[in-house]
């Protein structure tokens, strides 16, 4: 049963335009994360919050910006998007950042055209 | 080079049969997890291990952290455990956990 909620899950813009997806986690988790899965179905964290606070930071494009506005909120929000950022944008959550078990939602499909 | 690889990197089953599926990394860690995605693109979760074996029906997995690899047993396939399966190994230096690329699975009838 999903316990990590995205929305949209489908979501088609032009390049340029800003856009922002939900996260939300009912398991009362201190940890979530951001990831993107490409066109290869490679998965890649984006970011990570712990508490509220940002602990993983990946090399991503400054035009990404994620937002925490409690532990079981992060949303996901980008500035003039581009046609590589068409991919599949999974949230997830954890306990805690000490490598626990980690739960992902159903995904925001991203296409930019 | 790749931190986690999978192998096969595809794989076609007769339903029925058994299989084995394997994940080799070169970073510390002290779990490893495996995942199911399905066609509509939810990852399922399947076992969260620290080191040793852990079974659930059809599916057993073993986490070796001396020899740094996990293998997925699937026994007696079904048609609905087609999908892709990842595993992702827990990076104990930076709180991440680094996915392999994946086995994509078909059990055929």
């Known amino acids: 049963e999903t316990a990590v909620f995205q929305t949209p899950n489908y979501h088609v813009t032009q390049v340029g335009n800003e856009v922002s997806f939900n996260c939300k986690q009912t398991?009362?988790?201190?940890?979530m994360y951001w990831y993107k899965q490409d066109s290869k179905k490679l998965l890649k964290i984006m970011f990570s919050?712990?508490?509220?606070?940002?602990?993983v930071n990946e090399t991503v494009p400054r035009r990404f910006s994620p937002q925490s506005s409690d532990k079981a909120h992060l949303n996901l929000r980008i500035k003039s998007v581009e046609p590589e950022d068409s991919a599949v944008y999974l949230c997830a959550s954890s306990r805690d950042n000490a490598n626990t078990e980690v739960f992902f939602g159903k995904g925001t499909r991203l296409t930019v055209v | 080079g790749d931190q986690v690889k999978q192998s096969p990197s595809a794989l076609s089953l007769q339903e029925g049969t058994n299989s084995a599926l394997r994940c080799n990394f070169s970073?510390?860690?002290?779990?490893v997890q495996w995942f199911l995605q399905n066609p509509r693109g939810s990852l399922m979760n399947l076992f969260y291990?620290?080191?040793g074996t852990k079974e659930n029906g059809r599916l057993k997995s073993t986490f070796n952290s001396k020899e740094s690899y996990s293998t997925l047993h699937i026994r007696d396939a079904q048609l609905e455990d087609s999908g892709t399966y990842f595993c992702?190994?827990?990076?104990?230096?930076?709180?991440?956990?680094?996915f392999g690329a994946g086995t994509r699975l078909k059990v055929i009838a």
């Open positions: 970073i510390a860690t002290t779990t």
């Open positions: 291990l620290v080191p």
């Open positions: 398991l009362g988790h201190d940890t």
């Open positions: 919050y712990n508490n509220k606070q940002l602990i």
């Open positions: 992702a190994v827990a990076n104990t230096g930076n709180y991440k956990y680094v």
